[in-house]
């Protein structure tokens, strides 16, 4: 990676309208309507009911253009994962409406030659008609195949690590189907081939395109709705969570929650593999 090219980047915000129809997506992206019966779920696919979005909608909108394939940067972009994602909501988030993003690189830590690096990159959300903030999002992107490249900034600290022995209060199966990240992909625009060309999967170490981070994700947030607020979406206030390993497109994941009063812990295990693929999670609801 060319560090000083990469620091140097400035971004030029991004506005993107949206209506119901994107709203519906993105929950459907997220396997809801699967039980037509569950009313629960019913608001965020079906407009007839004073549809809500899903706050976890908020990672997807104003997606950033894919910079990092740009050959000035030096990126080994083929091996980019997500590391950790956070979002804030500082209000509910609209079903329909039209937003303004902002981004910035906070800091880049270099893991060292043949370990990666990390760039942790900031994402401001706000109404694009009264300017009213709407959503701060941190992620953490892995650059697998980049290292040696030198370091800036201060990198804020990261997900915490859940109790040693903690017992789950909960657990929800989600069955993906197996064409989900390419439903996904259109639902988030997030179009980085990894999910959806076998050959770039395999390019990248993976033996077929793998499931989006954000989507399995979305689908912890969808758990945490129907376990800890179903029909309330507007409480969930934050986010958090680590991505320990990828998911693959048609396995069962189980979401695992910690209840600690408005705080619920959470993790993610691809149930056929064995194998944790969201991990440190954490999710602070409030009244409003």
Not at 124 to 147: H, K, P, Q, W, Y
């Amino acid at each position: 990676m060319n560090l000083q090219n990469v620091i140097a980047r400035r971004f030029a915000p991004a506005v993107q309208s949206y209506d119901w129809r994107d709203s519906a997506l993105y929950a459907l992206g997220l396997g809801m309507g699967s039980d037509p019966l569950d009313e629960d779920e019913l608001l965020h696919v079906y407009e007839g009911r004073g549809q809500r979005a899903v706050p976890s909608q908020c990672m997807v909108l104003g997606w950033p253009v894919f910079w990092h394939a740009d050959p000035a940067t030096g990126i080994d972009w083929v091996k980019i994962l997500h590391g950790e994602m956070r979002f804030e909501l500082h209000r509910p988030l609209p079903h329909e409406g039209a937003v303004r993003a902002s981004y910035g690189i906070r800091a880049v830590q270099d893991k060292g030659v043949g370990r990666g690096a990390l760039i942790h990159f900031d994402t401001e959300i706000t109404d694009a008609n009264t300017g009213e903030a709407l959503a701060s999002l941190r992620s953490v992107e892995f650059l697998r195949g980049d290292g040696g490249c030198g370091s800036h900034g201060t990198a804020p600290s990261g997900t915490r690590a859940l109790p040693e022995g903690a017992v789950p209060s909960a657990r929800i199966d989600y069955r993906t189907a197996p064409q989900a990240a390419l439903l996904y992909r259109l639902a988030s625009r997030d179009y980085m081939p990894i999910h959806a060309d076998p050959e770039v999967a395999r390019r990248a170490g993976f033996e077929r395109p793998i499931s989006h981070g954000l989507n399995t994700m979305g689908l912890a947030c969808r758990a945490l709705l129907k376990h800890c607020s179903p029909r309330r979406p507007e409480r969930l206030h934050s986010m958090a969570v680590r991505f320990a390993q990828p998911a693959y497109p048609g396995e069962t994941i189980r979401v695992e929650l910690f209840e600690e009063g408005d705080t619920v812990r959470f993790r993610a295990l691809a149930v056929e593999r064995g194998v944790t693929v969201l991990d440190r999670g954490e999710c602070r609801f409030i009244d409003r």
